[in-house]
């Protein structure tokens, strides 16, 4: 039996649909709710990132219950920025205990990227090693082999950088997610989908789900800018260019065109299993997207 | 050794402004190397309390020099008793170490770190140093072709580089090479990616509990030993 929705729809053939919602940055959580409420029934998992950027906000546990309580399909995003192996482990039991059944298993940003950067940072795990502590906790025990009265089950699954300039470690990295029980994968953000092309050539070996991340971006500043500041982002000279091209104002709805393009060309071309779509605090505009991607009524 | 950068000198001023006799103590060994606390930094603080004070017309504080060749070793420690005899407050430009030994050798004389002690590392070119080790108490070298992701990873994750990295910098200092990119580099250039592809579990905090003690073992067998 599927641990989670989101797992069997994993196990289905059917081309599959995540996006994100980040969490306030307080703790009014009405317009949070309101983009669950606009996505929950058009997409097939919500993920609750955890102090997206390293900048605290509401914490992702809370956001995956709100998604619970509406309702809704949660992926629990988890960095090992904040927290040593018992926190990680204690939060894990309480997420499973509440029917968080999908895990997103992350390093997490550093500290310097974000809005408190004086803190301390923890990374007590790395992410293969998160992944690896689900399992052993899902067998019964903690990660001392300590029994747990009442073992938790989840689909969980990590992210990967198909566009990363040096992408031969990054592929050794992959291999151990996936050595280390992922079953799903989450791309960074893809503006070349010449990268998700080859980068499938190789990943289409292991019997893993890969989403390709679409970042929709809403000027070319943005773009600008997170290629200086964002780890792990990079946009294509393309891109920029074609956002650059459009007049004052216009430039969320040619982001939302590129996105939607991308959509159109992985699923016609069948390059991989489904997209998870980031909109970067502009959620409202993630059902235009699906509709115009035609991946409108996919779901639940 | 021991990197150390001088304190900023209003930080320096205000420590010392409740003592009036000062005596400003240099080291001979890490801290004369980094150029933060030797005898030329010795005299080069003297100079600059002095004119401050003069500048200021204040007359409160006197001031003395002197360098020792270790600040952490009570044998050299035990040169201080003529310097200390008239003073009012040891401002240390030793290390960390420093400052605590003379605490500890002087329960009555105040100490005051002249210095903020940075790291463990070496000369990379002339007035630059770089962090290389972080003590970590289980030195794992062998396995990341002589770099260590402890120190140079700003995460400190021992499976490989996270996504952040960009251009073989880290995502949070884009003039520090990703460490990662490196040992992968350098892996591959000994033939020995396979020590990369290996799965390495969680770090054994308790290798370093704090402070620690190493006992040596031949003083341990010539004294008997106490279990």
């Known amino acids: 039996m599927a641990n989670s929705l989101f797992e069997e729809k994993l196990y289905s053939n059917d081309f599959l649909v995540t996006t994100e919602v980040g969490p306030p940055k307080g703790a009014d959580v009405s317009e949070t709710i309101h983009h669950i409420d606009l996505l929950k029934d058009k997409v097939d998992a919500i993920n609750i990132t955890d102090h997206q950027s390293s900048v605290m906000r509401f914490p992702s546990l809370g956001g995956c219950l709100l998604v619970k309580e509406r309702g809704g399909e949660p992926i629990f995003q988890v960095t090992c920025r904040d927290r040593n192996r018992l926190a990680l482990q204690a939060d894990f039991l309480l997420a499973y205990s509440r029917g968080i059944n999908n895990v997103l298993c992350l390093t997490g940003d550093s500290i310097d990227v974000g809005d408190h950067k004086e803190a301390k940072p923890v990374f007590d795990l790395d992410s293969v090693q998160l992944l690896k502590m689900i399992r052993t906790m899902e067998s019964g025990t903690d990660i001392e082999g300590n029994e747990l009265k009442g073992a938790p089950k989840f689909c969980v699954g990590a992210s990967v950088h198909p566009e990363a300039d040096f992408i031969e470690p990054q592929l050794v990295k992959f291999e151990k997610k996936v050595a280390a029980g992922a079953q799903f994968f989450q791309t960074q953000g893809i503006f070349d989908l010449e990268n998700l092309r080859r980068f499938m050539q190789y990943a289409s070996q292991f019997n893993v789900k890969i989403l390709a991340g679409i970042i929709v971006l809403a000027s070319a500043g943005m773009a600008r800018y997170m290629n200086k500041s964002v780890p792990g982002i990079i946009v294509s000279q393309a891109i920029i260019d074609e956002l650059a091209g459009v007049e004052k104002g216009k430039g969320l709805q040619k982001g939302i065109e590129i996105a939607v393009r991308s959509i159109k060309t992985i699923r016609e071309e069948n390059l991989c299993h489904g997209v998870h779509i980031m909109a970067v605090g502009n959620e409202g505009i993630v059902p235009e997207i699906l509709e115009a991607a035609e991946l409108v009524g996919m779901s639940p | ?227």
């Not at chain 2, 009036?20 to 010795?42: F, K, N, P, Q, S």
């Not at chain 2, 910098?169 to 250039?189: P, T």
Request: with cysteine; hydrophobic share 35%; glycine share 12%.
């Open chain 2, 1 to 227: 050794m021991i990197v150390a950068e001088q304190k900023p000198f209003e930080e320096i001023r205000r420590m010392i402004a409740p003592y009036g006799r000062v005596l400003i103590l240099g080291c001979g060994t890490c801290m004369t190397v980094c150029d933060a606390g030797g005898e030329r930094e010795v005299l080069f603080v003297h100079n600059a309390l002095r004119l401050a004070q003069a500048k200021s017309g204040d007359g409160t504080h006197t001031f003395s020099e002197y360098t020792l060749k270790r600040q952490c070793d009570p044998e050299f420690l035990d040169l201080l008793v003529d310097e200390i005899a008239d003073v009012d407050v040891i401002l240390s430009l030793g290390c960390g170490i420093g400052v605590q030994a003379i605490a500890e050798q002087f329960p009555e004389l105040p100490v005051l770190p002249g210095v903020n002690t940075s790291f463990m590392g070496m000369t990379k070119e002339s007035g630059v140093w770089d962090e290389r080790c972080a003590a970590c108490g289980d030195c794992r070298l062998e396995e990341t072709a002589g770099i260590c992701p402890i120190t140079r990873c700003t995460k400190g994750i021992l499976n490989g580089p996270c996504a952040g990295t960009k251009n073989g910098k880290c995502e949070a200092n884009k003039d520090m090479d990703c460490a990662w990119v490196l040992i992968y580099k350098r892996l591959e250039r000994l033939g020995q990616l396979e020590k990369i592809r290996r799965y390495y579990p969680p770090r054994n905090f308790r290798a370093i509990p704090r402070p620690k003690r190493i006992i040596s073992k031949a003083g341990f067998d010539e004294g008997g030993g106490d279990g």
